[in-house]
């Protein structure tokens, strides 16, 4: 129940306390002070009753979305800032209170129509899955957070392909080749675009890691460096790694910084780099079609496999967490099969000859006596001998 009692400034000051909740409020009239407590005391019976608060009234999706984006301490990527403002320029003026199936269905309806396909609209629906989660377990509200989940999977009745294909792209050598000659005769290039390639393809980094390197954070004695902020699913804010440097990486890195103490080690900002690396593969003729400086990452990572190297190293080198992020990247061909078995039946025939040779009578042999002992002074004058 709720208590009123008058002020001697002549307001109403009113407080309730019910299940657990106590609020509190001051008012002009009497009047304003019973409409905020039946407010006040039906949310009270509705927590009483279902454990959860009920939606406030007029708050729209876009005002859960805000909040969610102000509230949750880690700071949304980019993909994930834009998808949510997407969601809140499409569905932001939906009341909390009247969000449902329906709503979702037209949503995907109008994303199909603009071209989204089934990877696009399900990483959507996700994102807003992730809203309403937050606002039913953090906020206590009382929404259905399963609607985006039901709608996305309600993409394969469509039949919408909610996976992605994995990219097998890699640049030839013949590619490569194409893109050094192109920016080595351009006299307006200015990012040194053909040693971040080189670099890419014996660190198997990503472009935004290779342009936030600093000088400071190498390790001349141990060839390392440390890699600030890594790309992390869950956590990427002070996800620091410490990477080893391969030999063709820090032959590139060691004329770099030398000299240095401080600084960018390349100098180089990534959306430059990207836009660069766009151009030029448009420049050069004939065109090379559907290339992306990431996919240097992609044939750096199949190369550290075919030089022998094993999961966890590789993964210690790419960053990736789990078997299964790893092998996207992972292009292991026919060919690479039969030469690692060749290698290692080289490697397994070398071993026994060298055992066969370890065991050979002539190895087996004494050992040759040591040199002659040379004559004293005493010795040759008995003989006669010269001295």
């Known amino acids: 129940m709720a208590s009123f009692s008058q002020l001697p400034s002549g307001k109403w000051r009113v407080q309730i306390r019910r299940v657990g909740i106590y609020r509190a409020a001051t008012f002009e009239t009497k009047r304003e002070a019973k409409d905020w407590a039946g407010g006040i005391e039906t949310q009270a019976n509705h927590i009483a009753a279902g454990g959860l608060a009920p939606v406030p009234k007029g708050a729209t999706l876009a005002d859960l979305i805000d909040k969610y984006t102000e509230t949750v301490a880690k700071l949304p990527g980019r993909t994930k800032g834009a998808t949510l403002a997407m969601l809140k320029a499409r569905l932001g003026k939906v009341l909390l209170g009247s969000l449902n199936a329906v709503t979702l269905r037209d949503f995907i309806d109008k994303r199909m129509k603009d071209g989204a396909g089934g990877v696009t609209i399900a990483a959507d629906l996700s994102f807003l899955s992730a809203v309403l989660k937050w606002g039913r377990h953090a906020r206590h509200l009382d929404i259905n957070d399963r609607l985006a989940l039901d709608a996305r999977a309600s993409l394969k009745h469509r039949g919408l392909n909610t996976r992605a294909k994995h990219r097998e792209r890699e640049p030839s050598d013949v590619e490569l080749a194409r893109l050094y ?3 080595e005769g351009n006299p307006r290039q ?11 393809l014996a660190s198997g ?14 390790n001349r004695a141990a060839k390392t460096v440390v890699i600030r902020d890594r790309k992390d699913p869950r956590n990427k804010a002070g996800n620091d790694q410490t990477v080893p440097l391969l030999p063709d990486a820090w032959a590139i890195v060691e004329t770099m910084i030398e000299g240095r103490g401080l600084g960018n080690v390349f100098n180089a900002r990534a959306a430059s780099v990207s836009t660069a690396f ?3 593969c448009q420049a050069v003729a004939p065109t090379i079609v559907d290339l992306h400086f990431h996919d240097l990452r ?14 966890p190293r590789v993964a210690l080198l790419t960053g990736h967490k789990t078997w299964a992020m790893l092998r996207r990247y992972t292009d292991i061909k026919p060919a690479d099969v039969h030469l690692a078995v060749a290698k290692h039946a080289a490697e397994s025939a070398n071993l026994i000859s060298i055992q066969t040779r370890a065991a050979s009578p002539r190895a087996q042999a004494a050992p040759p006596k040591g040199p002659a002992r040379v004559p004293t002074l005493l010795q040759r004058r008995r003989k006669g001998g010269p001295l």
């Open 278 to 280: 766009t151009r030029a």
């Open 190 to 200: 200015r990012i040194d675009m053909v040693t971040l390639c080189r670099f890419a």
């Open 181 to 183: 000659a192109h920016w």
């Open 205 to 218: 980094m990503r472009q935004d890691e290779i342009c936030q390197l600093q000088v400071d954070d190498i």
């Open 298 to 311: 992609h044939r750096a990572t199949a190369e550290f496999f075919r030089m022998g190297l094993d999961i």
